[in-house]
C-alpha cells in the first residue's frame, strides 16, 4: 500500500508539473512575441476589451479563492480548532459553595494521505484558474477578430459604395450636358439619374452596416473603433504546428480541469470519514467553600464513524465529475485538430481566390476604359456604358471582398493554432 500511494503521488505531481509548464510556456510566448514587436491595433483593442471583460474579474477572485485554498490544505489542521468554556456551581439549591470550572482546546486531525491530497488539489486548482484565463483570453480574441474583420468589410464597401455614388454622378453630369445639346436622349439622362439614385441607395445601407459594425466593436472593446483596421502576421505553421495541438490554450484548459477532477477524486477517496478531534481539557474544581481548588488535565480523542453510503456518494460524484472532464479534454483535442485543419484550408483558398479577383478587376478596369472611351466618341450607347461599368464596380467590390477575407483568414489561422494578437 505504501509503494502504491507513492506512485499515485508521483503520477499526480508529473500530472501537475505538465500543466504547469504548458500554462507558463503560454505566458512566456506571449510576452516573448510581445516583446519582439510594437503592439499592433488589434493586440492594444484585446488589452482594451480584456480590462471590461466581466469574467476576466471574476478570475482575480477565482485565483484568489484558489491561493486561500492552498493556503488551508498547507496548514497544520484541517479546519481551525476551538475553545470551549464552562462553569457549574451548587448556588441555586444547596450552596455549599461547590465550584467547577473548565476550559477545553480542541483542534481537528488530518486523516491518513488526507493533506498530501488536498494539497495536490489546492494546488491543481491554482493551475486550472491559470489556464482558464488564457482561455477565456483566447476566446475573447477570437470573438474581437471576427468583429475586427467584419469592420473592416463593412469600411470596404461603403468606400466602394462612395465611389460608385461619385462616379454615378460624374457620369450623370456629362449625360444631362450631351442631352441638353440633344445628342443624348431623355432615355440615357433617366438611365443615368437611376444610377446616381441607386449608388445613393447603397451608399446609406453601406454606412447603417459600418455604423453597426462599429458600434458591435465597442461593446468588446470600450472604446471607439480603430482608424485602420492592420493586418495580422500569419503565425508560422511550421514552427507551432507540431507544439500547436499540446500547448493550445482550449487544450491546457481542458487539461487543467481534468487534473483538477482527478484530484478531488483522490481528496474523496482520503476523505473517508469526518476529521477527528483532539481536545485538551484543564479543570479546576471544589467541592465546598472549606475546600481549596484543585486542579486536573485530561486528554480527549474524538473519532467520527465512517459511512459507506457518504463515501459511496462522494467518490460517484467526484469520479463522474472526472470522467465529463476526461472526455470534454478528447474532445476538445478533435476540435482543436480539426479547426486547424479547416483554417489552413481556408486561407489557402482565400489566397488563390484572392490572386483571381486581381486579375479579374485588372480586366475590369480595362474594360471599362475602353467603353468609357468609346462612350464619349459616341461610338456606344449609354447601356453599354453602365453594364460595363457595373462589371468594373463587381470585380472591384469582389477583390477588396477577397483582401479582406484573406486577411480575416490569417487571423482564424491565428485562432486556431492559439496564437494571440
Known amino acids: ?21 504548458a500554462v507558463l510556456a503560454l505566458v512566456q510566448a506571449a510576452l516573448a512575441a ?26 482575480d477572485a477565482r485565483d484568489a479563492e484558489a491561493q486561500a485554498t492552498r493556503d488551508i490544505a498547507g496548514g497544520l489542521t484541517p479546519e481551525p480548532g476551538a475553545i ?15 465550584q467547577e470550572y473548565e476550559v477545553e482546546l480542541a483542534t481537528p486531525l488530518w486523516l491518513p494521505g488526507q493533506k498530501a491530497a488536498r494539497e495536490d488539489a489546492a494546488a491543481s486548482q491554482v493551475d486550472e484558474v491559470a489556464a482558464r484565463r488564457i482561455a477565456l483570453r483566447w476566446a475573447l480574441a477570437g470573438e474581437l477578430r471576427e468583429a475586427w474583420w467584419a469592420l473592416a468589410a463593412a469600411r470596404n464597401t461603403r468606400t466602394l459604395a462612395a465611389r460608385r455614388l461619385e462616379t454615378a454622378r460624374a457620369l450623370e453630369t456629362a449625360v444631362r450636358r450631351r442631352y441638353e445639346t440633344g445628342d443624348l436622349s431623355r432615355i440615357d439622362r433617366n438611365l ?19 455604423q453597426q459594425a462599429e458600434q458591435f466593436l465597442r461593446t468588446l472593446t470600450g472604446a471607439g473603433a480603430p482608424v485602420e483596421t492592420d493586418q495580422e502576421a500569419p503565425a508560422q505553421i511550421a514552427e507551432r504546428g507540431a507544439e500547436a495541438v499540446a500547448s493550445h490554450p482550449l487544450l491546457v484548459a481542458a487539461a487543467a480541469a481534468s487534473r483538477s477532477a482527478r484530484a478531488r477524486t483522490t481528496v474523496a477517496a482520503e476523505s473517508r470519514r469526518a476529521a477527528p478531534e483532539l481536545a485538551l481539557r484543564v479543570v479546576r474544581e471544589r467541592g465546598e467553600f472549606a475546600e481549596p481548588f484543585s486542579s486536573s488535565v485530561g486528554v480527549r480523542l474524538r473519532i467520527p464513524f465512517s459511512s459507506d453510503a457518504l463515501n459511496r456518494r462522494d467518490a460517484a460524484a467526484a469520479t463522474a465529475e472526472a470522467s465529463q472532464a476526461d472526455a470534454e479534454m478528447l474532445l476538445a483535442r478533435t476540435r482543436v485538430e480539426l479547426e ?7 486561407l489557402a483558398a482565400a489566397g488563390r481566390q484572392l490572386a483571381m479577383a486581381e486579375e479579374r478587376r485588372a ?8 467603353a468609357e472611351k468609346a462612350f464619349m466618341l459616341g461610338e456606344s450607347d449609354l447601356s ?20 479582406v477575407a484573406r486577411a480575416a483568414a490569417i487571423s482564424r489561422l491565428n485562432q486556431a493554432l492559439g496564437a494571440l494578437p
Open 84 to 98: 470551549a468554556i464552562a462553569s457549574r456551581n451548587d448556588r441555586w439549591n444547596r450552596d455549599r459553595g461547590q
Open 340 to 346: 486547424m485543419e479547416r483554417a489552413q484550408r481556408t
Open 34 to 59: 510581445d516583446a519582439g514587436r510594437p503592439a499592433s491595433a488589434l493586440a492594444s483593442a484585446l488589452e482594451q476589451a480584456w480590462r471590461q471583460h466581466p469574467q476576466a474579474a471574476a478570475l
Open 192 to 210: 443615368a439619374q437611376s444610377e446616381v439614385l441607386a449608388a445613393e441607395a447603397e451608399l446609406i445601407e453601406a454606412d447603417a452596416n459600418r
Open 1 to 21: 500500500m505504501g509503494s502504491l500511494g507513492m506512485a499515485k503521488g508521483i503520477r499526480g505531481q508529473s500530472g501537475r508539473a505538465l500543466v504547469c509548464a
Open 384 to 403: 453599354t456604358l453602365l453594364r460595363i461599368r457595373a462589371t468594373a464596380f463587381d470585380a472591384d467590390s469582389f477583390y477588396d471582398r477577397q483582401r
Open 363 to 370: 480586366l475590369a478596369a480595362d474594360n471599362l476604359r475602353l
